[in-house]
């Protein structure tokens, strides 16, 4: 059965624009101001440049593609509370500097107040791999939210049944809880038990056709639950007049629901993210195995 869900109910945002007045300097003429030297002109210009590095910069995308075991160096607000999102239900981490770090969720939630670079493995709760390295790099920046993902895979959750993610989605009626998955993805958060990655040039994506729109997944995010996957990709408007975004331009096998946020009427240019569910296909949990009397089981 497949159900679109065309809109999400979600808060107005209201945009509020400051304009500031312009001061004459007409009546300031007459002041003489001190010479100031090339020197300390030159120390100013070199404190106010934004740091650059050829690791992740504090104004890149805050999804970042790690492989196990090879460290990554991202820059991360000093004196504030971090927020680094992991793909593992219940991470654990690992680090020799006192910089206070705390876990709820998949989330880890890192502060310093020193200027020290952090080094942290960051593994699941109960075994050891794969271990993502991370040096987080204090700057005088605003706090940052990290998502982590493991680059060109989705490490397997342990056992057949993500029991979390199944939890959350059980909670409800079928279809609410697709609108809850949703509204999720919309406020930038993931349901409990989900895991999220990029998309790769090899993964499956929804087949998206309607005139006037520009459909891409090949940059998009897949987000996994245990019953559904969500596929998150950019839809743009190529029209020279306004189109409204239909839920049904896209085929996929198994697809349940698709929605578009934070738009589905694009002006010429606009764009807008299209949210696609689709079923997980499920296997059967074998809980124990009976031993084979001719294999010597008793």
Known sequence: MRTNISRLTMPSVIVMSLFGALLSLTSYADVELPMVP??????????????????????????????????????????HLNRIVTPFDSPQVRTTSDAQTQIKGNVVYVATDKETPVSLYVTPSDQEAPALSVTLVPRRIPPREITLSIA???????????????????????????????????LNELPQGYDI???????????????????????????????????????????DEPVEASEIACHSPEMVASSYWPRNILLPGEKTELYVAVRNPQQETVESLRPSLLMGGE
Not at 211 to 232: D, I, R
Request: proline share 8%.
């Open 38 to 79: 090339a020197s300390v002109m030159n120390q100013t210009s070199t404190e106010i440049q934004p740091e650059r590095s050829n690791t992740a910069a504090a104004t890149s995308p805050t999804m970042l593609m790690l492989i196990p075991g090879v460290n990554e160096l991202i820059p991360v607000a000093l004196g």
């Open 152 to 186: 060109g895979q989705q490490w397997p959750k342990l056992g057949v049944v993500n029991r979390k993610a199944a939890t959350w989605e059980m909670a409800q009626p079928y279809v609410d809880s697709l609108r809850d998955l949703f509204r999720s993805l919309a």
């Open 197 to 239: 990655r990029l998309a790769g040039k090899t993964d499956p994506s929804p087949t998206c056709f309607q005139p006037g729109l520009k459909f891409s997944f090949k940059q998009g995010q897949m987000v996994t639950g245990h019953y559904f996957t969500v596929y998150v990709g950019l839809v743009e408007s190529i029209a």
